[in-house]
């Protein structure tokens, strides 16, 4: 019989043997904790949704500057609210491969005066290109305080906001929004009567209600108001 050309030599068996898998495992453990934790199953799924890559999108965070919206019983700005959840929803965008436009980044406004503000806004929106605009705001009903959930608006005559609107408010019906408002048009919002693409506005709950003002101060609160909105989107895409 021919002797082998080449031996091969195990190592011997050692500690580091075993602590090492151990240790991979622990890691792929926490990594799939943290996914599951801040990216849904669903939404991490989409994230690389074809439905997105290459898309404009446009958000707007409403208010800005001295203008803040809305404010809680605690001193919570909507204007504050609204730029954190475009923000969430930007970054879920962009990881998915599309191009985001915010009509803000910071507190403050486009232009002075509420009217040439609301113009700058809908000029950024009806750039060519531009797939869909989402208008981020907060309500408020005093007089009601039970009032609460997010609910989305489109522009009358706007059928691809229709469309839109009624795909962001199914994913916001969902846990933990678990909104039970329904779309409504909304006939004399200045944004949605002059953008020209698929425009949503998305009211993402009450500050006059103490729950919902304690869920929108919580930063992983907005994150999945933004996954929700964001998981519409795709929703709408995919369905056109």
């Known amino acids: 019989m021919k002797k082998p050309i080449f031996t091969v030599i195990l190592p011997a068996k050692s500690k580091w043997g075993m602590i090492i898998p151990a240790v991979i495992i622990v890691l792929c453990a926490f990594a799939l904790l943290f996914l599951c934790r801040f990216y849904p199953p669903t939404v991490a799924e989409e994230a690389i949704s074809w439905a997105l890559v290459g898309k404009k999108v446009v958000i707007d965070p409403g208010h800005g500057g ?52 609301l113009e700058a806004r809908v000029a950024l929106a009806n750039q060519e290109g531009v797939t869909a605009f989402i208008s981020i705001h907060g309500n408020s009903f005093p007089s009601q305080p039970r009032q609460k959930g997010a609910q989305v608006f489109y522009g009358e005559n706007n059928q691809a906001g229709e469309n839109l609107a009624l795909a962001v408010q199914n994913r916001l019906a969902a846990e933990p929004c678990a909104s039970e408002r329904f779309v409504l048009v909304h006939k004399s919002a200045f944004l949605l009567q002059n953008v020209q693409t698929a425009a949503i506005i998305v009211e993402t709950g009450f500050l006059s209600n103490l729950e919902d003002e304690k869920n929108l101060a919580d930063a992983e609160y907005r994150w999945q108001l933004a996954n929700a909105i964001y998981g519409g989107l795709i929703d709408y895409l995919a369905a056109e």
């Open 66 to 117: 001295n203008d803040p919206g809305v404010v809680g019983q605690s001193g919570l700005a909507e204007k504050d609210i609204n730029l954190a959840v475009a923000k969430d929803l930007a970054e879920l965008l962009r990881m998915a491969g599309a191009e985001t436009i915010l009509t803000r980044e910071s507190d403050a406004v486009l232009a002075s005066g509420k009217r040439a503000d």
